[in-house]
């Protein structure tokens, strides 16, 4: 394979060509995808023709693959999830986040293919969070260095709309003993470049631990706001047979909820990650 990568924007985001997602992986060939990763955040598949076992199989090259333990899955591939309009009310996704950040080690990245796309709307954005750190004043910087902030899935996943029926509401139940609220970095170091980005969202960041209720409040919105910023991010609008690879680790991303009563399905597998630092 003989892979290239147009960037799309200054910040983030790079179409690849030269290469087959369907086809088993060479160490070159994941080192290259590696490196472009790190360098361009988000990474864009056109024409692919690609099985939800492929998928999984191309994600496993580098990782062992989250199960998500709310929404629902291929039976008999579990580390892939759907996202279904038919299935689910999908508005958690029609907000900027960051995947799973509600656990200890968060993704470190997403392969989402596109399955049933409606015939206009439904793109998706993607924004750098290093380009929004970066685009602080150095005072801000040093204002936020070393604060931390609280993640919580029932932010973006609450009780009302995930537990309707008795088995909903015991899976929800056992997710949430599970997976209590998590404390995480507001700025993260990415563990291979050293870059410093945001890490915190609109989806999930519930509060600051060391600030007061209303600094908290004030600081997050202007954090989420500003990580929202048109030139941080890259708009993707989704053809049959993309497919999308980002870095989780440093990105939020929004699908734009603009396509009802269009019927649109996603497959996702989730990489996972290591403890933000």
């Known amino acids: ?64 693959l989250h199960i998500h333990p709310l929404y629902p899955k291929i039976e008999e591939i579990p580390q892939i999830m759907v996202l279904d309009t038919a299935q689910n009310d999908l508005r958690d996704n029609a907000i900027w986040h960051t995947d799973v950040t509600f656990i200890d080690t968060p993704p470190l990245g997403s392969v989402l293919a596109a399955r049933k796309l409606p015939p206009y709307g439904g793109d998706t954005l993607w924004a750098s969070g290093t380009a929004a750190y970066a685009a602080l004043s150095p005072y801000f910087q040093q204002l936020l260095d070393g604060l931390t902030a609280s993640h919580d899935f029932t932010k973006s996943f609450p009780l009302e709309r995930f537990g309707h029926t008795p088995e909903a509401l015991a899976r929800y139940e056992a997710t949430r003993r599970s997976t209590p609220p998590v404390s995480h970095p507001v700025i993260r170091t990415h563990p291979v470049s050293g870059e410093k980005a945001l890490f915190v969202s609109d989806g999930f960041t519930t509060r600051i631990n060391e600030l007061q209720p209303a600094e908290s409040d004030a600081l997050l919105a202007f954090l989420f706001a500003h990580f929202a910023k048109p030139e941080f991010s890259v708009r993707w ?20 909820d603009d396509y009802r009563p269009a019927h649109r399905i996603m497959h996702r597998a989730t990489i996972l990650g290591d403890k933000p630092f």
């Not at 955040?41 to 580098?62: E, Y």
């Not at 609008?237 to 734009?256: C, E, I, L, M, S």
């Open 1 to 64: 394979m003989s892979l290239s990568f147009t960037r799309l924007s200054p910040a983030i985001g790079a179409v690849v060509e030269g290469i087959d997602l369907a086809r088993p992986l060479n160490e070159t060939v994941r080192d290259s995808l590696s490196q472009a990763l790190q360098q361009h955040q988000v990474l864009f598949f056109r024409s692919q023709d690609i099985s939800p076992q492929q998928q999984r199989d191309f994600a496993a090259w580098f990782g062992d």
């Open 237 to 256: 609008r989704w053809q049959p047979g993309d497919v999308a690879f980002w870095d989780n680790r440093v990105t939020q991303h929004y699908a734009v």
